[in-house]
Every structure is written in C-alpha cells, then in structure tokens.
C-alpha cells in the first residue's frame, strides 16, 4: 500500500520504511520493555518513531515528507491489524481478568501469559481483538479521507488522533505486569495522550498536498513479498537453545 501510494521509481524509499519501522519496533521494546523473561518483544510505539525517522529519507528523493507519512498512516492499521493476530497467539499485550465478557485463555508453557503472569487458563480480555477491531474502523476512515483527496496533513493527524484513542481505552483492559503505571495511569497510556495531541496540532497544518492516486505495480508486490518474508523470520522464527537478545520470541 505504502509503495502503491508512493509511486513508481520509490521502492527503495518504501524498503527503508519497512525496516526503519522493524528496527525501532525492536530497540524500543528493549529500552522500554526489556528483561530476560522477553527476549525479542516488539514495541507499536517504537516502529512508529522508526518509521517517521525514515520518512525524513524523503526529504532527500524527491517525495513530499506529508505525503510520505501520510502513505505510512494510511497503510499501519492494516499492517497492526494483521500483526495482532501474533499478539493473539503468542500472549503478548493480553488482557487482564474478565467475567462480564467472554475471555481467551492461554495454557501454553511458551505463552508470555504463563510465563510471566499468574492468569494461566483464566478468561482474559482479548484486547488484540479490541485492536484489531478499531485498526478496522481506522482503515476505512483513513481510506475515505484519500478517496476524498483530504490534505495529507489531516490524514495523519486523523490516524494519530483515532490511534491515541484506541491505545488509551485499549490499555485500560490490558493486564501486562512489566507495563508501569504512573500517575494513576498506565505508561502506554499517557504515550496515547501525547500522540492525540500531536495529531491534533498535526491536523492544523496547512498547505500540505493530498495524496496522489495510488498506482498498483509488480514491483509493489515484490518489496510486499520481501518485507513478509522479512517479518516472517522477526516474529515467527525462534533459536530456542539460545538467551541473546532477540533470540526467542518468549
């Protein structure tokens, strides 16, 4: 979609997107998250700030850095939506104890939910399902926003605005032990707060061109393929007999 929206003869641009994303989602969850029980956590807020930091590679190709981030915005909620489905199965980002609505148990050893909590086989909130509903609703708001030729600076701030939201409601049905609360609220939750805000001041800016047209090319499909083969080996491939960092998944 990124590529799509980019336009032909920016591949490479695309490509360091991807792994600019893969890299911050990577290190922050190390600096944030970080311990021996989780050896190759991924942080949502962390590939945001490493995809924004390769944007900044726009600047020098020729591509409009608003339209650049803009193209980002438009295709994350699909890109988390699906990444959702590993949170769902590995046990991360699970959700406290429920009885007023149906819950999902983990009983697997390997689960970060039986490793690290004391909710094995309790019905918790499927909160990576609440996220992939909302990424949902964010996916069509995004896309009818660039079918109406919207600038790019009100997609963006409209990404950020709905993201921070469902980030801030999400957290609080989230049961993850290593997230700290401050203030009476949860970490990831006052990063929601910020991240509202600056889409609110983002969707102030003016002057900023809407996204062009999206062309759908071959070569689209292969820097897709490429970057799922890459994600494929980041969160589904494991060294068990090793504890480096990002060795395991678990």
Known sequence: MIDAYLGPGHELLTLRLFFGATLGALLWAQWVEGSPSLLRPLGFYGGMLGALASALVAIATGVNLWVTIAAICIATPWLQGVGRLRCLVQGCCHGRPTVAVPGVRYTHIRSRVCRLTTFTGTPLHATPVYSILWNGLMAAVLLRCAQLHSPATLIIGV???MSGTGRFVEEAYRGEPQTA??????????VALATMIVGA??????????????????????????????????????????????????
Do not use: N
């Open 159 to 161: 990404y950020l605005f």
């Open 181 to 190: 609360v401050v203030w009476g609220l949860r970490f990831y939750q006052w």
């Open 201 to 250: 001041v983002v969707m102030t800016v003016k002057g900023a061109p809407p996204l062009p047209e999206p062309t759908l090319r071959f070569h689209s499909f292969l820097v897709a393929a490429g970057c799922g083969v890459a994600t494929w080996i980041v969160t589904g491939v494991d060294f068990p007999e090793s504890s480096r960092r990002f060795a395991r998944l678990a």
